[in-house]
């Protein structure tokens, strides 16, 4: 699927558009087929390479320019939620493909970044290549610290859940969680180094004529640089909550993995206690049920009530007994 929009410079409204060929738009593609990405390189001229790029979910960011045409490939967050109502959190890449006069973007499905872009949070303008670059790299960071927060508020409900659990099923969930944060620093590490050579492209001395040729292809003026700024806070934060969750989270899981362990005790020692409090009356009428000659047979109904009574006792005294050793 390709959608397209057009930001009018006087009026500021942006619009979907379908020409692929105007100047100044945002060309976004979302599971894009061959045709379709073949479609957009002839309306566009985008290299067919570039545009196949961000469909590897292997794909690490980077920046590549070549043909006066300059990729910036990123990792982002997704949410899901399957039929059980379990949650999961994944990275995907993101294509970011600039143009002398288009951006476009490609990604493997819809992602809240895209969505909340496209519905004008915050409002783009579709002219400022560099500038729309750079919101899209804060709102990822903003989702990602988003999504890290819904992960600590999973840990929590996780965390009074497993106080009384005793199935795998809990640990399950939380090994879900440790894999989601072990993907967001994964992909907010590799976010960092790519923010920061964007960042040397443009104010920093190097050698890499990669970076040359960037910061010859996007110009970038003080309020882009304060957003830029504001884009390497955000990804510090996301990456120091996600290390901080991360270490909760394998705390978790050896805390919560012996506490299972001792809750599967506690059952397995009471269930014992109970059987040897039934086995004492079971022992005794198994013995007097036998049939042989036993002494004050020509009197079975107190010898009856004697026995039942005797019975009582013992299992009075067991309990007593395994109370007081914290047994039952």
């Given at each position: 699927m390709i959608r397209a929009y057009y930001s009018d410079q006087e009026t500021m409204q942006t619009t979907l558009v379908s020409d692929l060929t105007m100047k100044n738009i945002w060309i976004h593609c979302i599971r894009p087929t061959f045709d379709e990405l073949t479609t957009c390189s002839e309306a566009t001229?985008?290299?067919?390479?570039?545009?196949?790029?961000?469909?590897?979910?292997?794909?690490?960011?980077?920046?590549?320019?070549?043909?006066?045409?300059?990729?910036?490939?990123?990792?982002?967050?997704?949410?899901?939620?399957?039929?059980?109502?379990?949650?999961?959190?994944?990275?995907?890449?993101?294509?970011?493909?600039?143009?002398?006069?288009?951006?476009?973007?490609?990604?493997?499905?819809?992602?809240?970044?895209?969505?909340?872009?496209e519905n004008g949070k915050p409002k783009i303008h579709t002219f400022k290549r560099t500038r729309f670059l750079l919101q899209l790299l804060y709102k990822t960071s903003q989702v990602y610290i988003r999504y890290l927060r819904r992960i600590d508020q999973q840990t929590d409900q996780l965390e009074i859940a497993m106080h009384k659990a005793t199935e795998n099923r809990k640990l399950t969930q939380l090994l879900n969680l440790q894999k989601s944060i072990t993907y967001f620093s994964t992909s907010l590490r590799s976010n960092e180094a790519t923010v920061g050579r964007l960042r040397s492209s443009q104010f920093g001395y190097t050698n890499d004529p990669t970076l040359h040729e960037g910061r010859k292809f996007l110009a970038m003026y003080e309020e882009d640089q304060e957003l830029l700024e504001d884009v390497q806070t955000e990804n510090k934060q996301a990456i120091e909550m996600a290390e901080i969750y991360g270490r909760i989270l394998e705390s978790m899981g050896n805390i919560f993995s012996s506490m299972i362990s001792n809750n599967l005790n506690m059952v397995m020692k009471f269930l014992t206690s109970i059987t040897l409090i039934v086995s004492i009356p079971t022992l005794i009428a198994s013995i007097l049920g036998m049939n042989v000659a036993f002494p004050f047979d020509s009197k079975p109904l107190s010898v009856f009530w004697m026995t039942m009574m005797f019975m009582l006792m013992l299992t009075a005294v067991l309990i007593i007994i395994l109370r007081k050793k914290n047994l039952l």
């Open positions: 001229g985008a290299n067919m390479d570039f545009l196949r790029a961000a469909l590897d979910m292997e794909e690490g960011s980077r920046i590549e320019i070549e043909d006066d045409q300059m990729i910036v490939i990123i990792d982002i967050p997704i949410y899901d939620e399957n039929m059980k109502n379990e949650r999961f959190f994944d990275t995907i890449p993101l294509g970011i493909i600039i143009l002398k006069d288009k951006i476009i973007t490609v990604c493997l499905q819809d992602n809240s970044i895209t969505s909340e872009l």
